[in-house]
């Protein structure tokens, strides 16, 4: 008997793709930053509470660095 999971379809199209990166290069910066393999912040630490509040990662960190700004300027 075959695994009864649903097979995810593969939407990879090269146009479409190409215009994604298009609209990335022309809408977005991106921020590089180097954190410990060990310890209290690492990649993996940031993903765990980024899932457990229902957060991407990636708007995990951008709230984080708008309460932290806000709190600054009051």
């Not at 939407?11 to 930053?33: A, V």
């Not at 393999?37 to 984080?64: F, H, L, M, V, W």
């Amino acid at each position: 008997m075959e695994n009864s999971a649903v097979k995810k379809k593969n939407n990879y199209s090269p146009r479409k793709n190409k215009y994604t990166q298009k609209y990335i290069h022309d809408n977005y910066k991106q921020l590089s930053i180097r954190l410990p393999i060990e310890g209290e912040i690492t990649r993996e630490t940031i993903a765990a509470a980024a899932k457990k509040e229902g957060y991407s990662t990636n708007a995990y960190i951008i709230q984080a660095i708008k309460e932290h700004m806000a709190k600054m300027n009051t």
